[in-house]
């Protein structure tokens, strides 16, 4: 089972809106609706945003939303702050107990 | 609160095993499904496998497969990762996390240096 594919960088400016994609194939983003997405600071441990593709746990600003198109899944964060910058990784089912993980993106606040 | 409770930084020689434990608190334990995801220096995150603590079904990535072993202790709410045949580049940070919609709950990670 292959990475899900990632841009290695993203930036943008306070204030901006960023969207990060995360590419699979129709055995992972596309046939399923188990799309999560990870933010992790340097030297900290991974913590959830995003899951089932658009769904919030509690204590996640709404700034942040996740969507999916075909084999494509995007997270999405409006009115960009400083402490948004971090890495990010996309998490998919990829059927049979399997998961398979992005490569990251780095996220820059410029 | 609910906590993922992870075992101390590990030092092995190339070839040998390790066996790591997780545990869990302030939820009941069968609830959920366990993962073990690593994370290499300064590489991403990579999947491992899965534990379900209710009837102890395991399952590997194929990469893993053969050499991980994923156990529990309904006792005392743990879960264990074993990896045999270590190499260099198993060196990674281990944890241990709880599938509760996403991956809900981190355990702080576990350290594991393969050297000579």
């Known amino acids: 089972q292959s990475a899900l594919t990632q841009p290695r960088s993203v930036s943008g400016s306070p204030g901006q809106s960023v969207t990060l994609s995360c590419t699979g194939t129709s055995s992972d983003i596309g046939g399923y609706n188990y799309v999560s997405w990870y933010q992790q600071h340097p030297g900290k441990v991974p913590k959830l945003m995003i899951f089932?593709?658009?769904k919030r746990p509690s204590g996640v600003p709404d700034r942040f939303s996740g969507s999916k198109s075909g084999n494509t899944a995007s997270l999405t964060i409006s009115g960009l702050q400083a402490e948004d910058e971090a890495d990010y990784y996309c998490c998919s089912f990829a059927g049979s107990y399997l998961l398979v993980f992005g490569g990251g993106t780095k996220l820059t606040v410029l | 609160q609910v906590q993922l409770l992870q075992s101390g930084a590990e030092v092995k020689n190339p070839g040998a095993s390790v066996k790591l434990s997780c545990k869990a608190s302030g939820y009941t334990f069968i609830t959920y499904k366990l993962f073990w995801v690593r994370q290499a220096p300064g590489q991403g995150l990579e999947y491992v496998g899965v534990i379900n603590p209710d009837g102890g079904f395991t399952d590997y990535t194929h990469k893993f497969r053969g050499r991980v072993t994923m156990t529990r202790d309904m006792s005392t709410n743990t879960v264990y990762m074993e990896m045999s045949s270590l190499r260099p580049d198993d060196t990674a940070v281990y944890y241990c996390?709880?599938?509760?919609?996403?991956?809900?709950?981190w355990g702080q990670g576990t350290t594991v240096t393969v050297s000579s």
């Open positions: 996390t709880r599938n509760g919609g996403g991956m809900d709950v």
């Open positions: 089932d593709v658009n």
